[in-house]
């Protein structure tokens, strides 16, 4: 059931307790969307613990180091920024069933809660966590704005992409005049800095892109061979699917990931205007219009061969 | 002479027939500035020509297609977002000493117009364009919004860098309230779309990369022997100077490109609190403390000795 705001705040109030799920492979949005929930319960006095199927990755130490929370029995489940329960990991199975309160920003949800407070317009889920917390009047801490600040600045690729609307710039501008939370350093961190390894890596994988479709589709396909040559494993090629659509006549890019022999992992990006999560949709995937991503199995090329077909039917 | 708004504003209406200067190697925020200011200008009733040493380079098309003004003899010059005269290239002789109004966000600003409006806070020129515009009540276009808005997101790096402010979130979103001003395509344009050469170059470029004084200083040197190796010109180097601050523990970067034979041109950036500014000029140089410039000759040794000497005094 969707709900609004006032029934999520009475929601919130209320409850006890509360394990906070966070989607599989973390990112800036889920894990800010976490901690500022927890930030934002801890000033109800309610006790609540972030939990991830994945390690939330060093770069986000920044926001993590305050500890997810100690262990107890939870007595309420909230999930935030998982569209899906397949996105739990091994939650799944545990709370799969049992979320009372879903806060999410994806037009593709599931609807599997009890309860969602969906805003399909907002660019991050973060971006709904800051209202809800300025609907229900709490004081948000330094920590909170910065958890804040860093989802939906890494949603938004930076306020870049068409999902940033005029009010993610003002919360932006809200939360910067009222805390020093050292934006250039997060954005640094979220966006530029990379190993020597990555570096390298990143070169590499850029060498592999192909066109197709008049140069309109722009695949990497990176197999379990090729790891194995370069010594990476699949998660060192997380964040890499921008490199897909840096050509000019790119609609569509995708990068495909071997994750185990014959299936790939596949991360669309649309460049400007194709809807890549109705694409991934037909091959039983989703995810957002500029982002989503589906899983395609069979050798390389034939794996190919569905992607460019399921492209070309849509440009 | 300093001046404020309220003097710009009587200084704009009182002119004529004004020629706007903008800096050699044009990018984003002084096109942009030009172009705005010369729309605020035609709103106004007068004429007016923006002028620049180097050709506007084809991604700017979306500003410059209206036409840079028919000629005439001027008799007002202006220039916008130039922090000296050294920086108008061949206009330098011509307009050099006769600028009366230069607006300008550049806190090196060398105060060389008869009437300056410096706004040293300001993320970009463009920022400033846009509240002298506000402050007149001339009521804006969607080209002229389209102008600003490309100027402040690439001065500041799409709202990444130190620069930006909680006003200049505040600018994008009035911008992107009132006009349908496509920054999701603006913003690929200005930081996404490379040609597939460049690409190619990017990873070359890269694999130069020297580090100095434990890690903190990041070289990557550019002879014009490797230029003629990879059948590049010096300008198309530009851009990949943040390239050199990618890494963690590096603080200060330096992309050095031999202009002619042992003078080099070296571009700085700083990756969080060094201020590269003071640093460029002990070497003659200047401009922003987190993004600035200066020439130094020799060949390739020395003047790598030179900066690290320079940048090792700093930290």
Redesign the interface.
Known sequence: MYIGFSEAETFLRNCEDAVILTHQNPDGDCIGAGFALKDILEALGKRSRVVCSDEFPKRFDFLTDVGAGEYFEPKTVIAVDIADTKLMGKYREIYGSKVQLCIDHHISNKNYAEKTLLRSNAAAACEVIYELAEFMGVEITRHCAMCIYTGISTDS??????C????T??I???L??RFDIN???I??YM??????NR?HLE?AV??L?ENYLGNRLTIIAVTQAMMNEMGVKQEELEGFA?LT????DTEVGILMREREDGVFKCSFRS??DVNVSAICQTLGGGGHEKAAGCTVCGDIEEAKKQLIEAVERAL
Chains 1, 2 share one sequence.
């Open positions: 690729g930076c306020f870049r992409y068409s940033t609307t005029p009010r710039h003002e932006a501008a809200e910067m005049k934006f250039a350093r954005n640094r966006f530029e800095v990379k190993s020597i570096i070169c850029t060498e892109m921008p659509i840096q050509l000019e460049a400007n």
